[in-house]
């Protein structure tokens, strides 16, 4: 790993100039009197550090701020990279260094706003209140409001940070109709293929690639994660550059990323799955002198991954398909041999060793021992005679078996087909470029390929991310310097699991595999929710919360046969979730009538799936009308971020109750009833997980001013006390007790800290005496929190707590444990399991045979890999028809207002003549010349699938995008009306206004670009 090469007071001498000071002073104006760099730096000035934790994207870079005082007065003037971070290594993007001004921004939100009685939702008309206030107007809303009729959108703020509090407020919110935006629009769709390979699911950068020592580097369309989002993934890819590495880009345009590889490959919009599939065809099937291309990973496939388990072909029992599946033990949650059961007791190999068939633990790391403990030698690929005689033998067992072979067998197979030459005539590059990038990702080792990020473009992105990580397994393992290095954090969570599991847990939980849920319910829950790792976690969730009666008998029985999903789409509450209800009943209209109808979502968790049918009145639950009453929104923007745009206002226009917690104000919360401030990064005093780094660490905040600004709370506390008030009100009414009343809300409090407790694996007796102990002496939530947090983190390390905090106050970060000492212990898989349900790095994947158990075989969830065609029009374009792409603008984040309407980041932007290329539509000269269009023109911008989207902007020509192709950049342009920054529509392309609403069958990604437009002019 790279070290810092640079020490505090080098750091100091080098960057700290006058005219950086000067103008740092003029942008922030921070009181009356004018500060000059003179007087900065004149003596009787004290310079103090204070570490903090940026929070303008979901990567979370460390920062130092640097405090000024003299004669009492502080102010901080300046934002550093934290030099000890193993993130972002000291770096820190011009978004991270531009957070002051978001922290003295005068368009934030400081205090409760509740809207003007008689004004219009929509309209920027509210009337400061007190928290009280607020409180109080929001319990006496909700009233009569059921938990089914409250939808929850949550931006990646809750999850990605807060996660341990938010998820057991939800819950005791009883709310599970969330909308986890970046799930659908940034990171899910692409990372579900990763995760099936690797186990992973936080999605945040949980898997670091080290680039840095990588020799081969393959990006294809993750220009954003590079140069638009991630510092830390930014700074390690310019570091692989200087030491040697070769790159290659595959891009529609010539992207940041582009610019600085070796090579890049202008392919055609949306067919980058047939490339890579491409790639992995050379790699399995050509040599390379004379040797196989992935030969000399043969143990790391053998013994740690699925590859040498056996499949069988067989028709599925409800579509009749031809489908494969593994050869495995199946049963169901209560440990009963069932075909159609999700968890896996046993898997079964060819052992080489012994010639015969070989039974294999469940969940496991390695294929080295089978059931009984006796040493074996799987196979990788079987012996016709072999074959035939295993065959004749299964089939005797069960005549329904049609095939058989290995899963890496079957994986060849499928790929001899997807020649380069195959791929050149739907990509548009040459074979001869395909294999050779094939030849020297497998020859230059270590290879990696970018993961990606802020990828909702065409349905097939979930088998095109699979094939990628199926690469990166074959050619470079896992967990390996130079490709992809699991966080500490992540690992952590991987290894007390495992930890767990052999100590007591197969017992428990009835043999050689692990069912879920293991954490719901709660009051019997087998392990604590929130340390589940990774694609645990997703199970848990899904299987134990949203839908836990996916092995229910009836519930199966009454969907299949009679057609009624609200058994099956019941959650754990015992109501219905909008999502799963509106996929069950889109399922049953597909299967009716596949010709017309599109199928459903697989895995519907998170999304907005079917909320346009809940909010227009189109969703029935036993003849009744399912509709949203409520809406509340933490950190989130759907107006801007959402397909459904326009949708939004009329729904919030309609709900009873519409409440955003925020900073800003945004397109969306100008529709609330109640918006309750927020407070920023540079404001919050904490200790969290720091995901991210290599390390097990954890990393401190602290506020750059010694108090917030105005009277706003940190999101946590605002949860903590809303959840205890409106538990504690009904607890109250039980009781005969007044439910506005402090003994009310300390009910409440016991009650959401037993859950939090529940949930986190927390001791409630140490816990709940740090938050009663806060309360009595008038402290919020978050400061027991913190309190407690550092005493887990002392124990973890074996340390005093003054030592850490100590170490924390100083460096900012504490590592509790080193990459190097965390690989010799827990490497995955080497030394412990994934967290997938076989243990191992899965080809075959366990989660897309689940989900072809239920709705049949897909190729969006080919367990292995299929091409998956595009919808939409392919060759013949007209003269004004363009293929699109949209992409990240780099000083921006997403639909951020905070970034947005950041005035330094405008300033820049403008300064740098940003906007001539990240405000407007990107078009080639040839194509510009035949439409007549000349560059700063205004264009209208059509969707053909629905001429209702369209978008206006200028046109910036340019010969770095294909001819038959605009690029849209993804800033935002916002309209919200209290912003005085922002640049707006149409000097702002706003992409959003042209997306049509169109997901992917396995979590409803959005599909943004599998479309053609129409481009016209409207003026010079």
């Given amino acids: 790993m790279l070290k810092s090469k640079i020490t505090r007071r080098e750091f100091l001498k080098g960057s700290v100039a006058l005219t950086g000071a000067a103008a740092a002073l003029t942008f922030l104006q921070l009181n009356s009197k004018k500060l000059n760099a003179t007087e900065v730096y004149t003596p009787g000035w004290k310079i103090e550090w204070r570490p903090n934790m940026c929070a303008f994207c979901a990567n979370v870079c460390g920062e130092v701020i640097r405090v000024h005082e003299k004669n009492g007065l502080k102010r901080p003037l300046k934002l550093e990279g934290n030099e000890h971070d193993n993130y972002n290594q000291g770096k820190l993007c011009a978004r991270g260094q531009s957070g002051l001004k978001y922290l003295f921004n005068p368009d934030r939100i400081t205090t409760p706003l509740i809207r003007i009685p008689g004004s219009k939702r929509g309209e920027w008309k509210f009337k400061k209140a007190t928290w009280q206030e607020a409180y109080a107007y929001i319990m006496q809303k909700m009233q009569g409001i059921h938990p089914s009729e409250v939808i929850f959108l949550g931006g990646w703020h809750g999850c990605a940070q807060y996660r341990p509090i938010m998820f057991p407020a939800i819950y005791a919110f009883q709310t599970l109709n969330i909308w986890g935006a970046p799930i659908q629009n940034c990171v899910g769709i692409e990372h579900i293929g990763i995760h099936a390979t690797f186990g992973y699911f936080n999605t945040h950068d949980e898997m670091v690639v080290d680039f840095e020592n990588a020799n081969y580097i393959l990006i294809v369309r993750s220009n954003a994660s590079l140069t638009g989002i991630s510092t830390g993934r930014a700074h390690r890819f310019g570091e692989a550059i200087k030491n040697g590495a070769e790159v290659c880009v595959v891009d529609v345009r010539r992207s940041e990323a582009a610019a600085r590889a070796h090579k890049w490959l202008r392919i055609k919009p949306g067919t980058d799955l047939a490339f890579a599939l491409a790639l992995l065809n050379v790699i399995l099937h050509e040599k390379y002198y004379g040797k196989e291309l992935y030969a000399h990973n043969i143990d790391f496939l053998k013994y740690h991954t699925n590859a040498p388990f056996l499949v069988v072909k067989m028709k599925h029992p409800v579509t009749k398909q031809e489908t494969w599946w593994l050869m495995a033990d199946k049963v169901d949650q209560n440990g009963k041999p069932s075909p159609m059961g999700l968890w896996y007791k046993h898997f079964y190999v060819w052992d080489e060793r012994n010639n015969k068939l070989a039974q294999l633990q469940g969940y496991l790391n390695h294929n080295k021992i089978d059931t009984q403990g006796n040493p074996i030698e799987p196979a990788l690929e079987l012996n016709e005679e072999v074959r035939k005689n295993l065959l004749e033998q299964l089939k005797k067992q069960n005549p329904a078996i049609e095939d058989v072979k290995t899963a890496w067998e079957l994986l060849k197979e499928k790929t001899k087909q997807y020649t380069p030459e195959w791929a050149e005539k739907i990509t548009e590059i040459p074979a001869e470029d395909i294999r050779e990038v094939a030849i020297k990702f497998a020859t230059k080792r270590p290879s990696a390929v970018e993961p990606g990020i802020y990828d909702a473009r065409y349905a097939n992105t979930v088998q095109l991310r699979k094939v990628l990580a199926m690469m990166q397994a074959i050619i470079n393992g896992h967990d390996n310097i130079g490709g992809y290095i699991?966080?500490?954090?992540?690992?952590?969570?991987?290894?007390?699991?495992?930890?767990?599991?052999?100590?007591?847990?197969?017992?428990?939980?009835?043999?050689?595999?692990?069912?879920?849920?293991?954490?719901?319910?709660?009051?019997?829950?087998?392990?604590?929710?929130?340390?589940?790792?990774?694609?645990?976690?997703?199970?848990?969730?899904?299987?134990?919360?949203?839908?836990?009666?996916?092995?229910?008998?009836?519930?199966?029985?009454?969907?299949?046969?009679?057609?009624?999903?609200?058994?099956?789409?019941?959650?754990?509450?015992?109501?219905?979730?909008?999502?799963?209800?509106?996929?069950?009943?889109?399922?049953?209209?597909?299967?009716?009538?596949?010709?017309?109808?599109?199928?459903?979502?697989?895995?519907?968790?998170?999304?907005?799936?079917?909320?346009?049918?809940?909010?227009?009145?189109?969703?029935?639950?036993?003849?009744?009308?399912?509709?949203?009453?409520?809406?509340?929104?933490?950190?989130?923007?759907?107006?801007?971020?959402?397909?459904?745009?326009?949708?939004?206002?009329?729904?919030?226009?309609?709900?009873?109750?519409?409440?955003?917690?925020?900073?800003?104000?945004?397109?969306?919360?100008?529709?609330?009833?109640?918006?309750?401030?927020?407070?920023?990064?540079?404001?919050?005093?904490?200790?969290?997980?720091?995901?991210?780094?290599?390390?097990?660490?954890?990393?401190?905040?602290?506020?750059?001013?010694?108090?917030?600004?105005?009277?706003?709370?940190?999101?946590?506390?605002?949860?903590?006390?809303?959840?205890?008030?409106?538990?504690?009100?009904?607890?109250?009414?039980?009781?005969?007790?007044?439910?506005?009343?402090?003994?009310?809300?300390?009910?409440?409090?016991?009650?959401?800290?037993?859950?939090?407790?529940?949930?986190?694996?927390?001791?409630?007796?140490?816990?709940?005496?740090?938050?009663?102990?806060?309360?009595?002496?008038?402290?919020?939530?978050?400061?027991?929190?913190?309190?407690?947090?550092?005493?887990?983190?002392?124990?973890?390390?074996?340390?005093?707590?003054?030592?850490?905090?100590?170490?924390?106050?100083?460096?900012?970060?504490?590592?509790?444990?080193?990459?190097?000492?965390?690989?010799?212990?827990?490497?995955?898989?080497?030394?412990?399991?994934?967290?997938?349900?076989?243990?191992?790095?899965?080809?075959?994947?366990?989660?897309?045979?689940?989900?072809?158990?239920?709705?049949?075989?897909?190729?969006?969830?080919?367990?292995?890999?299929?091409?998956?065609?595009?919808?939409?029009?392919?060759?013949?374009?007209?003269?004004?028809?363009?293929?699109?792409?949209?992409?990240?603008?780099?000083?921006?984040?997403?639909?951020?207002?905070?970034?947005?309407?950041?005035?330094?980041?405008?300033?820049?932007?403008?300064?740098?003549?940003?906007?001539?290329?990240?405000?407007?539509?990107?078009?080639?000269?040839?194509?510009?010349?035949?439409?007549?269009?000349?560059?700063?023109?205004?264009?209208?911008?059509?969707?053909?699938?629905?001429?209702?989207?369209?978008?206006?902007?200028?046109?910036?020509?340019?010969?770095?995008?294909?001819?038959?192709?605009?690029?849209?950049?993804?800033?935002?342009?916002?309209?919200?009306?209290?912003?005085?920054?922002?640049?707006?529509?149409?000097?702002?392309?706003?992409?959003?206004?042209?997306?049509?609403?169109?997901?992917?069958?396995?979590?409803?990604?959005?599909?943004?670009?599998?479309?053609?437009?129409?481009v016209r002019k409207i003026s010079a």
């Avoid at 404001?683 to 660490?697: F, V």
């Avoid at 607890?731 to 506005?740: D, E, H, R, S, V």
Wanted: proline fraction near 7%; hydrophobic fraction near 40%; glycine fraction near 8%.
């Fill in 486 to 1014: 699991v966080g500490g954090e992540y690992r952590h969570k991987v290894a007390k699991f495992w930890e767990w599991l052999n100590k007591e847990g197969f017992e428990k939980i009835g043999g050689n595999y692990v069912k879920f849920p293991l954490g719901f319910p709660l009051e019997n829950a087998l392990y604590p929710t929130m340390k589940l790792p990774g694609m645990f976690l997703m199970l848990d969730w899904f299987f134990g919360l949203i839908m836990p009666n996916s092995q229910n008998p009836k519930a199966v029985m009454d969907y299949l046969q009679k057609g009624d999903p609200t058994l099956l789409a019941t959650n754990i509450f015992g109501y219905q979730n909008i999502e799963v209800l509106a996929s069950l009943q889109q399922w049953l209209r597909f299967m009716q009538n596949p010709q017309k109808e599109e199928p459903g979502v697989a895995l519907p968790a998170f999304g907005d799936y079917g909320w346009d049918k809940a909010f227009e009145g189109k969703l029935q639950v036993n003849g009744k009308t399912y509709k949203p009453k409520a809406i509340w929104g933490y950190a989130i923007n759907p107006v801007l971020g959402s397909p459904y745009g326009d949708k939004w206002k009329k729904w919030m226009e309609e709900a009873q109750l519409v409440v955003f917690v925020d900073t800003m104000p945004t397109d969306s919360n100008v529709y609330a009833d109640v918006i309750l401030p927020d407070i920023t990064f540079l404001e919050r005093d904490e200790i969290l997980g720091k995901g991210n780094s290599h390390h097990l660490a954890v990393i401190e905040r602290k506020p750059a001013v010694d108090k917030p600004i105005g009277e706003g709370k940190h999101a946590v506390d605002q949860f903590f006390e809303m959840a205890s008030g409106m538990i504690g009100a009904q607890i109250a009414q039980q009781k005969g007790l007044n439910p506005m009343s402090k003994e009310a809300f300390m009910e409440g409090a016991k009650y959401f800290v037993q859950i939090a407790c529940a949930m986190n694996g927390w001791d409630y007796k140490e816990f709940s005496s740090k938050v009663f102990g806060a309360l009595q002496e008038g402290k919020p939530f978050t400061y027991a929190l913190k309190e407690f947090t550092l005493e887990e983190v002392a124990k973890e390390a074996g340390k005093p707590v003054e030592y850490v905090q100590k170490v924390l106050d100083q460096y900012g970060v504490y590592n509790i444990e080193p990459l190097e000492e965390l690989l010799e212990k827990w490497a995955i898989p080497e030394k412990i399991p994934t967290s997938l349900p076989s243990g191992r790095v899965e080809l075959f994947s366990t989660l897309f045979e689940i989900v072809q158990s239920f709705f049949g075989y897909f190729p969006n969830w080919d367990p292995l890999c299929a091409y998956v065609p595009l919808r939409r029009k392919e060759s013949n374009l007209e003269a004004d028809e363009f293929f699109v792409s949209h992409g990240k603008a780099p000083i921006f984040s997403h639909t951020g207002v905070h970034t947005l309407d950041n005035p330094l980041l405008v300033a820049i932007s403008e300064w740098k003549k940003l906007p001539e290329i990240y405000y407007r539509v990107w078009m080639n000269p040839k194509a510009a010349q035949r439409l007549g269009i000349k560059d700063g023109d205004l264009v209208e911008v059509i969707n053909t699938k629905d001429p209702n989207r369209k978008m206006k902007a200028q046109v910036f020509i340019t010969e770095w995008i294909r001819e038959d192709t605009i690029f849209v950049p993804f800033n935002g342009g916002t309209e919200a009306p209290e912003l005085h920054y922002a640049v707006r529509p149409p000097k702002a392309a706003r992409h959003v206004d042209l997306v049509h609403y169109e997901v992917e069958p396995v979590i409803a990604g959005y599909t943004r670009d599998e479309t053609t437009v129409k």
